[in-house]
């Protein structure tokens, strides 16, 4: 009832592939959950299913008790959802300002003759824009890279510029697809303190990652897919010494192996 | 050189441009004229290939219906240019969402194919619909262009008139594409589905894009059916596409400096070619293809790369 986030029966099929079985998936707000499971287990199609990438096979998803199933990414993102990528596609021709102002343009309601006449009203969205943007920048710690061409960045960087995209627009939910991959040590420790500040603006912060440090150290609960199927959910600790989740990364463990 | 040092090489050809008609033939003005009318095209046209980095077949069928609107309702109505002009650029765009709408949905090739399909039906109507369109003998007795009692019937006061729709036409392709919907096309070109999940609604903006080309053709057909004052359908075909194509990526896709250079440079060369007859065309295609294969952004890149090189700034800032 009070959760931000639900889904129902939530499943996906490629042609003969179930990459996600029916999930039954909840989230109270304010939460950081992180969502688990060795390769192949269906945790991005998750996220390509909730931020609208993909229409699911059947299932229903609610975002703030609304039905979002079948509505396409862009107004997903206008609802209060936002998104980062795996494998970051920064907009390479642009600065990194402007990689972040495009997060927020779908707040913009000045139209076409506005921008052709440079209409004050129209002027003044763009300096709302960049004030935000800068804003957002300034979350992550990158504002005084602000006027860089985004490529010209290091990987974990483009990641931060990624985030403040994804973060501009005032979401009320963020999903992080492998927030850590590519990051040094010392960014993924800042990208923890990060995910936790933005936490505390009231964001709930839905975590797909590998790294499991990462993983035990910042979530609050922790959900664990395996082929498609939920095998675990729960604080750190439970998840820790759930022996399904051990067997799930491990293998099975064989008495033949220890006699 | 002072403060306004910068400025010297731009008072210079602007100075160039204004005076060009004073001492050229009306030959070479016409020509002069004619490449105005293509920048007023490829920068149309480079909102769907170099912004939203879609290959659209179609332009020039854009081009043909704007000219028709201006022209027919200049024949049959005797209506003024200073209205025939915006109407063609309302036909064209109305037009453009018609065939943006479905096509947009296709992907690469299918897309070029699309609007190749398009551009052929709309020559095919101009040729065939004799009771409307006149078929192939065209349409002659367009009324020259006037402002209150100056009449715009030759070529040196024409040239100054297509200067100032450049102008502003230019004017308002840079602030689009310096606006939220120029960053929005880059997003698009470069990496589609963040821009989608960014909130972006990609379709929309794709389709925005295509009117704009289409309503901008528009424009530019009228301007030639006013200064020809006789157009014939075959002008308006996929050769012409091809030209309008061939323009942008020559001078440079992505910027209006890119497309000013590529219409004039491409109007003009067949002219300063002329001395080796037939083999002209030879020259010329392996021209584009060497073009092509060494300077992929166009005249406008080579510049730009040479002028960095000489400031010896690396191009890593872009400032908003």
Same mark, same amino acid.
């Given at each position: 009832?009070?959760?931000?986030?639900?889904?129902?029966?939530?499943?996906?099929?490629?042609?003969?592939?179930?990459?996600?079985?029916?999930?039954?998936?909840?989230?109270?707000?304010?939460?950081?959950?992180?969502?688990?499971?060795?390769?192949?287990?269906?945790?991005?199609?998750?996220?390509?299913?909730?931020?609208?990438?993909?229409?699911?096979? %059947?299932?229903?998803?609610?975002?703030?008790?609304?039905q979002i199933t079948k509505i396409k990414p862009h107004v997903v993102t206008r609802l209060g959802v936002g998104r980062t990528f795996q494998t970051v596609k920064p907009f390479g021709k642009l600065s990194v300002l402007e990689n972040v102002m495009l997060g927020y343009d779908c707040r913009a309601e000045k139209g076409i003759f506005?921008?052709?006449?440079?209409?004050?009203?129209?002027?003044?969205?763009?300096?709302?824009?960049?004030?935000?943007?800068?804003?957002?920048?300034?979350?992550?710690?990158?504002?005084?890279?602000?006027?860089?061409?985004?490529?010209?960045?290091?990987?974990?960087?483009?990641?931060?510029?990624?985030?403040?995209?994804?973060?501009?627009?005032?979401? %009320?939910?963020?999903?992080? %697809?492998?927030?850590?991959?590519?990051?040094?040590?010392?960014?993924?420790?800042?990208?923890?303190?990060?995910?936790?500040?933005?936490? %505390?603006?009231g964001i709930t912060v839905l975590l797909v990652e590998h790294n499991m440090r990462l993983v035990m150290d910042v979530s609050d609960r922790i959900t664990v897919l395996d082929f498609g199927y939920l095998i675990a959910e729960g604080i750190p600790e439970e998840i820790r010494s759930n022996p399904k989740v051990i067997e799930a990364?491990?293998?099975?463990?064989?008495?033949?192996?220890?006699? | 050189?002072?403060?306004?040092?910068?400025?010297?090489?731009?008072?210079? /050809?602007?100075?160039?441009?204004?005076?060009?008609?004073?001492?050229? #033939?009306?030959?070479?003005? =016409?020509?002069?004229?004619?490449?105005?009318?293509?920048?007023?095209? @490829?920068?149309?046209?480079?909102?769907?290939?170099?912004?939203?980095?879609?290959? !659209?077949? !179609?332009?020039?069928?854009?081009?043909? &219906?704007?000219?028709?609107?201006?022209?027919?309702?200049?024949?049959?109505? !005797? @209506?003024?240019?200073?209205?025939?002009?915006?109407?063609?650029?309302?036909?064209?765009? $109305?037009?453009?969402?018609?065939?943006?709408?479905?096509?947009?949905?296709?992907?690469?090739?299918?897309?070029?194919?699309?609007?190749?399909?398009?551009?052929?039906?709309?020559? /095919?109507?101009?040729?065939?619909?004799?009771?409307?369109?006149?078929?192939?003998?065209?349409?002659?007795?367009?009324?020259?262009?006037?402002?209150?009692?100056?009449?715009?019937?030759?070529?040196?006061?024409?040239?100054?008139?297509?200067?100032?729709?450049?102008?502003?036409?230019? *004017?308002?392709?840079?602030?689009?594409? =310096?606006?939220?919907?120029?960053?929005?096309?880059?997003?698009?070109?470069?990496?589609?589905?963040?821009?989608?999940?960014?909130?972006?609604?990609?379709?929309? *903006?794709? /389709?925005?894009?295509?009117?704009?080309?289409?309503?901008?053709?528009? &424009?530019?057909?009228?301007?030639?059916?006013?200064?020809?004052?006789?157009?014939?359908?075959?002008?308006?075909? $996929?050769? =012409?596409?091809?030209? &309008?194509?061939?323009?942008?990526?020559?001078?440079?896709?992505? #910027?209006?400096?890119?497309?000013? $250079?590529?219409?004039?440079?491409? #109007?003009?060369?067949?002219?300063?070619?002329?001395?080796?007859?037939?083999?002209?065309?030879?020259?010329?295609?392996?021209? @584009?293809?060497?073009?092509?294969?060494?300077?992929?952004?166009?005249?406008?890149?080579l510049a730009k790369k040479i002028i960095s090189k000489i400031k010896f700034r690396l191009p890593l800032r872009r400032n908003v």
């Amino acid at each position: 009832m009070t959760f931000i986030l639900e889904t129902r029966q939530l499943c996906k099929q490629f042609g003969g592939v179930h990459a996600l079985r029916p999930f039954d998936f909840k989230i109270s707000p304010g939460e950081i959950r992180a969502l688990i499971g060795p390769n192949g287990a269906g945790k991005t199609t998750f996220l390509n299913l909730l931020s609208g990438i993909y229409t699911p096979t %059947d299932g229903d998803i609610l975002f703030k008790g609304q039905q979002i199933t079948k509505i396409k990414p862009h107004v997903v993102t206008r609802l209060g959802v936002g998104r980062t990528f795996q494998t970051v596609k920064p907009f390479g021709k642009l600065s990194v300002l402007e990689n972040v102002m495009l997060g927020y343009d779908c707040r913009a309601e000045k139209g076409i003759f506005h921008i052709l006449i440079k209409s004050s009203s129209a002027k003044q969205e763009e300096e709302e824009t960049k004030e935000k943007a800068r804003k957002a920048l300034g979350f992550v710690g990158m504002l005084d890279k602000q006027n860089m061409i985004i490529t010209s960045l290091p990987y974990g960087q483009q990641r931060l510029v990624d985030l403040a995209r994804a973060l501009v627009h005032d979401p %009320d939910l963020l999903l992080l %697809d492998e927030p850590a991959a590519g990051m040094t040590r010392q960014e993924g420790s800042d990208l923890v303190a990060c995910i936790r500040r933005i936490r %505390d603006l009231g964001i709930t912060v839905l975590l797909v990652e590998h790294n499991m440090r990462l993983v035990m150290d910042v979530s609050d609960r922790i959900t664990v897919l395996d082929f498609g199927y939920l095998i675990a959910e729960g604080i750190p600790e439970e998840i820790r010494s759930n022996p399904k989740v051990i067997e799930a990364y491990l293998g099975k463990k064989t008495n033949d192996a220890i006699n | 050189m002072g403060r306004y040092g910068r400025y010297i090489p731009w008072i210079i /050809l602007g100075c160039t441009i204004l005076l060009f008609p004073l001492r050229t #033939s009306n030959y070479y003005l =016409q020509i002069a004229c004619l490449a105005g009318i293509y920048i007023i095209l @490829i920068i149309g046209y480079d909102f769907i290939l170099g912004w939203a980095g879609l290959l !659209s077949l !179609s332009h020039a069928a854009f081009y043909g &219906i704007g000219a028709y609107t201006s022209a027919l309702l200049s024949v049959n109505f !005797s @209506i003024p240019f200073w209205v025939t002009l915006p109407a063609a650029a309302i036909v064209a765009g $109305l037009f453009g969402l018609v065939v943006g709408f479905p096509t947009l949905r296709l992907r690469g090739h299918y897309l070029a194919l699309g609007t190749l399909a398009f551009g052929e039906i709309v020559v /095919l109507v101009l040729m065939r619909w004799r009771a409307v369109t006149r078929g192939v003998d065209g349409v002659t007795g367009i009324v020259p262009a006037s402002f209150g009692l100056f009449v715009f019937d030759n070529n040196k006061s024409y040239y100054y008139l297509l200067i100032f729709f450049i102008l502003i036409l230019a *004017i308002f392709a840079r602030r689009i594409h =310096q606006s939220r919907f120029g960053r929005a096309l880059i997003a698009i070109r470069t990496a589609e589905v963040t821009a989608e999940v960014s909130g972006i609604d990609t379709n929309r *903006i794709k /389709l925005l894009a295509f009117i704009l080309s289409a309503v901008y053709a528009g &424009i530019a057909g009228s301007l030639y059916a006013y200064l020809f004052r006789y157009i014939s359908p075959e002008t308006f075909g $996929l050769h =012409q596409s091809i030209t &309008i194509l061939t323009m942008l990526l020559i001078g440079g896709g992505g #910027s209006i400096g890119g497309s000013v $250079l590529g219409a004039i440079l491409l #109007s003009f060369l067949p002219e300063w070619l002329r001395f080796l007859k037939d083999y002209y065309l030879l020259l010329y295609g392996v021209g @584009i293809v060497l073009m092509m294969a060494f300077m992929p952004d166009g005249v406008i890149g080579l510049a730009k790369k040479i002028i960095s090189k000489i400031k010896f700034r690396l191009p890593l800032r872009r400032n908003v």
